[in-house]
């Protein structure tokens, strides 16, 4: 098996190799290490943190200087993985503050950057490629948008919402994106997509047919019961085991002589 750095390259030519992209988030050094071991070619610093590691209630409160931090230490892992961070909420709301931002996390560790959006940020998405970094497209559910939205809900079912995302693959492929997440969206949609583009889509909620699939690492773990979410189903009960763990140990010292 090759042992050669993954780069945003290798994860495009992915699809044309038909190869399946398997993608997790990790916020640290240890977590990183582990999917590395395990060959997950793509790692993500996502601002879920937010959520799974800061106990924010949602993803629009994390900052560039706490994304920083964390991709600092995912990066101290040297992954062979290509590791992406998120861009967070209002980091790139104009092409200056989208270059300078994007330049920080790469500073930091990243090799590609992440931000949430199709045809409203071409021209940061056009500035970020044109400074040299490789960037990932998110489409469908927009976490940092949740407040506009109302929730989280599927995208695609409806018909102006389906030809929006169209549109939006269409400008991120034109404006060089090497990827596409794809966030609750529509199955049937999310399968048109993947057959439209010609980089790969990675569906979190968005059924089978895309070219790979995202997970945030503390749900398929079932690190954080108290979320339960539709599309993902741990495959690990880490709350419970580490509840039982740590239980007995605080017994083996409370009842030491
Ligand atoms: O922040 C994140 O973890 C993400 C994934 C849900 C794709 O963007």
Known sequence: MSVAKITAETIRTMKARGEKIPALTAYDFPMTRLLDQVSVPLILVGDSLGMVVLG?????????DEMEHHVRAA???????????DLPYRSYESVDSAVKNARRLMTAGAEAVKAEGGKAILEEVRAIRAAGIPFLGHLGMLPQHVHEEGGYRIKGKKEPEHQALLCDADALVEAGAFGIVLELVAAPVAKELTQRIPIPTIGIGSGPDCDGQIL???????????????HVKPRLNAAEQMRTVIGEWKDSVTKEE
């Not at 990066?75 to 590791?83: D, E, H, Q």
Request: proline content about 11%; hydrophobic content about 45%; glycine content about 6%.
């Open 56 to 64: 924010y209630p949602d993803t629009t409160q994390v900052t560039m």
């Open 75 to 85: 990066g101290r892992a040297k992954p062979r993985a290509l590791l992406v961070a």
């Open 216 to 230: 945030v690492t503390p749900d398929l773990l079932g690190m954080l019961p108290w979320f339960s979410l539709k």
